[in-house]
C-alpha cells in the first residue's frame, strides 16, 4: 500500500525522506503466521505500542513482522528494524541497537529516539520469547 505524500508539505517536517517513506510505506506490516516468537512493548498510556513477530529457520530470521500503535516514527522505526534483523542469527539479534534504526533511518528528532528504543525491546522481547518455545535451539550452533 502506497500513500500519496502531495498533501503533505515539503518545506515542513520534523522527518527525513527515508523515515517518512517508512512511515507511509511500511514494509513487514502485519503479523507471521504461526511466529516462532513474538513480543510486544509499550502502554497505551504513553502512546506507542510495537508487536513484532519472527520466524526463525535454521538458526536464522527468515521473516520479521510488525503491528505498531503509535506516532510516524514509531512506524518508521518498526518498519526499518523489521528490515535490518532480517537474515541475522539469532546471537547476532540480539545484539541489535536502536543506534542501528536511528543510522538506518538516516537520524531521528532527538523527542522521537523514544521510538527506536521501542523496536530494539521489541525485538529481543520476540527473540526471549522465541527462546523460550524453542529451548532446544539455545545449545544448537548457529549457521
Not at 62 to 71: N, S
Not at 104 to 114: E, S
Request: aromatic letters at 6%; hydrophobic letters at 40%.
Amino acid at each position: 500500500m502506497r500513500f500519496d505524500t502531495g498533501l503533505m508539505s515539503d518545506s515542513y517536517t520534523l522527518y527525513n525522506q527515508t523515515v517518512m517513506d517508512h512511515f507511509l510505506n511500511p514494509r513487514n506490516l502485519g503479523e507471521v503466521p504461526d511466529a516462532d516468537g513474538v513480543g510486544e512493548v509499550g502502554a497505551a498510556a504513553c502512546g506507542d505500542i510495537m508487536k513484532i513477530s519472527l520466524k526463525v529457520k535454521d538458526g536464522r530470521i527468515e521473516d520479521a513482522r510488525f503491528k505498531t500503535f503509535g506516532c510516524g516514527s514509531a512506524i518508521a522505526s518498526s518498519s526499518m528494524a523489521t528490515e535490518l534483523i532480517k537474515g541475522r542469527t539469532v546471537a547476532e539479534a540480539m545484539s541489535f541497537s536502536n543506534q542501528e534504526v536511528i543510522q538506518a533511518l538516516g537520524g531521528l528528532p532527538p523527542v522521537k529516539i523514544h521510538c527506536s528504543v521501542l523496536a530494539e525491546e521489541a525485538i529481543k522481547a520476540a527473540l526471549e520469547d522465541y527462546r523460550k518455545r524453542h529451548p532446544e535451539a539455545a545449545g544448537q550452533p548457529e549457521r
